[in-house]
């Protein structure tokens, strides 16, 4: 991806932007026939809104169910959109649970995931620090083109022109489906504040029973600094990037008061009124 141009690390499918090297169209036009399970476990979220937090957090909930004890961790990032042909096949080989993800908006989920009822924990975090976040990401990715300035980042991701697409549609959609017995909503805002609750949110709404002791060993392993410190391992070259900085405002030694506003103000447009929007405060 290095010698790659950075005007053809991106393309778009169906309308949508997306890293041509993770996610070639041949991954995207099979992912409609994927096979889903009633016990797979899936994790979804818009890019940058604590996703692989929340994958961390099922892969070490579900190592304890399989065993008594918790396995070293499995590599990379469970996006069904990575993982093309080969890869699906293998995939519809592994036992249960399997634990899934993506970043696909709910509209371009597989139909078998809400055909099987499985179950999906979204993430969701406010946009000024998922914004912040992305930014980040963009300029330390050699699969991403480096952005031209944070001015030009803040006005693709406020028009939407980013990979997986705009941040306000993928809200608005999964704002539909809140009721939606087998989506279960959090915002990162909410775990950072309560890892323990959220934890015995996650692991109930799987239908997974948890200890107590095993509730606080999970949120050991999950905290920031812990999931910084195995990041190496878990994800690379990644690693400094995926976990960077890890709090809530991060967005006030970036925003202009201008830009502040400008996204207050598309906030208020999309999210006011919305329950979603009301988790979102931020
Ligand atoms: P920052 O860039 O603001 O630090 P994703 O996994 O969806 O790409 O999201 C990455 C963001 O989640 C990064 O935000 C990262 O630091 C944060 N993150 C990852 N693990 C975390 C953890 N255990 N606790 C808090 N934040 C975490």
Known sequence: AKDTKDEDKLYRYKGVLYPRLMCPEEHLKVLGTFQAREDDVMTVAYPKCGFN???GVVKRITDIIESTGVKPESKGAPLIEFMGPDILKDLAQDPSPRVLGTHM????IPASFYAKKTKMLVIFRNPKDTLVSYYHFYNNNVV????QSWESFFSDFMSGEV???S???HALAWEKMMDDPNVMIVTYEDIKQDLIQGIR??????????TEAQVQHVAGESSFSAMKARATNTHGVMAGVV?????VGDWRNHFTPEQSKEMDEAFNKHLAGTRLGAKLRY
Not at 144 to 147: D, K, M
């Open 53 to 55: 937090w929340m994958v």
């Open 105 to 108: 908006h709910p509209d371009n």
């Open 144 to 147: 991403l083109p480096t952005v």
């Open 163 to 165: 990979c997986w697409g």
């Open 167 to 169: 941040y306000f549609d």
């Open 201 to 210: 949110q996650i692991s109930a709404f799987f239908g997974f029973s948890l």
């Open 243 to 247: 976990f960077r900085k890890g709090e």
